[in-house]
């Protein structure tokens, strides 16, 4: 466990709020200074993410960096912060992702209100990823859903005002599932011993009655399920990438749907190891379904930017199909495609909204030849296309590989199904690119001016890690892998479900 005297996680949320108040009051004609003031905010906590993986212990399966002060104390609701394996690499991802998109896109109007929503939504997403507490965990998950409806209605494309709606009520409805269930969770675990939101304690008192326990676990599963969002309430997802600004596409795809998929985790499985054994069948089938439906709906697209959208629906089934898989290598896996899905797709929101900047459409069709007039634009996404696809030596392929084989040794069919996947996403991805870059360039796709030194840099962090992370995810998987085999024994001591002897590296080496 590390100990720390300085509260590093509560100063990573507390650095983008305070940055918020600030460009509250900043005067509304000095935009630069707006934008200058929130990039340096998250650059900052950026910098502070950064600097937390290299000191986080490998080899800790525990919390590190706690830091725990009494709020309501007679509710039994305590600021309790702190980082795993699972949690790390998504507090870093939200850090290196936020200065990106605010430096990144061009922002034509009203600057100062999207850069305060902006960090607002950044505190949010860290929040949630380092709370340990239940309602602080809840209260950070519901401030996410203002700032992202009020960036997507705000600054969006033409139908951004329905996709806002329908995001937020979409959201809205699922968080009310996880209030019931998070009420019944502590109030019925209670049984005359004080009432309790840490989740830590909840985990270790297990006192719900078996039907009660699996009734509550898909109370906060169909709120996770909205948020991923997983096969058949996925329907919000495509509308509001589509008509959001680059930017809050980005963050939607980097972060806010991994709020879903980390939640599933660390309250599902982690809560209701039997209820998750139970229902995993289920999910398992609905994320197939949704990798499956997914890519073929991403092929027919005729939106660039909602192929993408679509794409995303496939890649989160991914993480969920390894996390069902309840085996050590399909939960790393599923916790590493978390960070892979948010880098390569975020990059590739990015590459689009840059195209839609130079021809002011995203329609295929009208995409032609690009690659003569922008040679390092293709270049580039060319990398993060492959990355996405899950070539081998880039990110996407690591966490791909290890979900499909962590869940082929338990549930063989689904993990077969599920490899149709990768083949389809090679199909639509390349078939996309070839229309938009490929041949010879016509009307207004003609002269179109490549890459930007600022679109570079904007690009080039994420390039960085996207082959690092394809050439050397070990450092990565040092921190994630005890976590995750805690987690994974803890199912095993409560219900009858055992990995087969070769998903445990204990047993693969004869011990």
């Known amino acids: ?97 936020f200065p990106i998109a605010l430096i990144g896109p061009k922002v034509h109007r009203d600057v100062k209100s999207y850069v305060a929503w902006m960090l607002v939504l950044e505190a949010g997403c860290l929040g949630s990823f380092v709370a340990l507490d239940l309602f602080v965990f809840f209260l950070f998950f519901e401030i996410t859903l203002v700032p992202m409806y009020f960036i997507i209605g705000g600054w969006g494309y033409d139908n951004r005002v329905y996709a806002s709606i ?86 939607l795809a980097g972060v806010l749907l991994k709020l879903g998929t ?74 590493l495609q978390m960070v892979n899905h948010g880098l390569s797709t975020g990059a590739l929101f990015l590459l689009v909204g840059m195209i839609y900047e130079r021809r002011h459409t995203r329609q295929i069709a009208e995409l032609h030849g690009l690659q003569k007039s922008m040679p390092l634009m293709a270049a580039v996404f060319t990398v993060v296309m492959l990355s996405s696809i899950g070539l081998p030596g880039l990110n996407g392929f690591v966490g791909e590989f290890l979900v499909l084989i962590g869940t082929f040794i338990t549930r063989r069919w689904w993990a077969v199904v599920a490899t149709a996947g990768v083949i389809l996403a090679a199909l639509y991805l390349l ?24 679109e570079r840099a904007v690009m080039a962090p994420l390039l960085a890690l996207i082959v690092f992370l394809g050439v050397y995810p070990q450092p990565v998987l040092d921190r994630i892998n005890p976590a995750v085999e805690a987690l994974v024994s803890r199912v095993e001591k409560a219900t009858d479900h055992r990995q087969p002897a070769v998903a445990t590296r204990r047993e693969a080496v004869g011990e």
């Open 1 to 97: 466990m590390n100990d720390l005297d300085f509260p590093i996680l509560s100063a990573i949320v507390l650095v983008p709020a305070a940055a918020a108040a600030a460009v509250a009051v900043l005067p509304r004609n000095r935009p630069d200074v707006i934008r200058m003031v929130g990039f340096l905010a998250a650059l900052a906590t950026g910098v502070l993410t950064v600097w937390l993986a290299f000191a986080f212990e490998a080899g800790d399966a525990g919390y590190q960096f706690v830091s725990q002060h009494n709020w309501i104390e007679d509710l039994g609701i305590s600021w309790i912060v702190g980082v795993d394996g699972i949690s790390l690499f998504l507090v870093v991802l939200t850090g290196v992702l």
């Open 166 to 251: 329908k995001f937020f009520l979409y959201t809205l409805f699922g968080s009310a599932f996880m209030l019931v269930g998070m009420l019944a969770l502590v109030f019925l675990s209670a049984k005359g011993r004080p009432v309790t939101f840490d989740v830590r304690e909840l985990a270790e008192r297990g006192a719900l009655a078996e039907n009660t326990a699996r009734w509550v676990f898909l109370a906060f599963t169909a709120a996770f399920a909205v948020k991923i969002p997983l096969f058949p309430v996925h329907t919000w997802l495509p509308d509001a990438h589509t008509e959001a600004p680059t930017a809050g596409s980005v963050i």
């Open 262 to 335: 980390y939640g599933i985790l660390r309250f599902g499985v982690s809560l209701f190891p039997a209820a998750a054994v139970d229902m995993a069948p289920l999910l398992l089938t609905l994320a197939t379904i949704g990798i499956i439906y997914g890519a073929l709906v991403a092929t027919v697209q005729k939106d660039l930017k909602r192929l993408v959208a679509y794409s995303s629906v496939a890649h989160l089934g991914f993480i969920v199909l390894g996390t069902f898989a309840l085996t050590n290598q399909g939960v790393a896996g599923g916790v």
């Open 431 to 454: 078939w996309a690119y070839q229309r938009v870059f490929h041949g010879t360039p016509t009307g207004d796709n003609v002269g179109l001016p490549d890459m930007t030194w600022r």
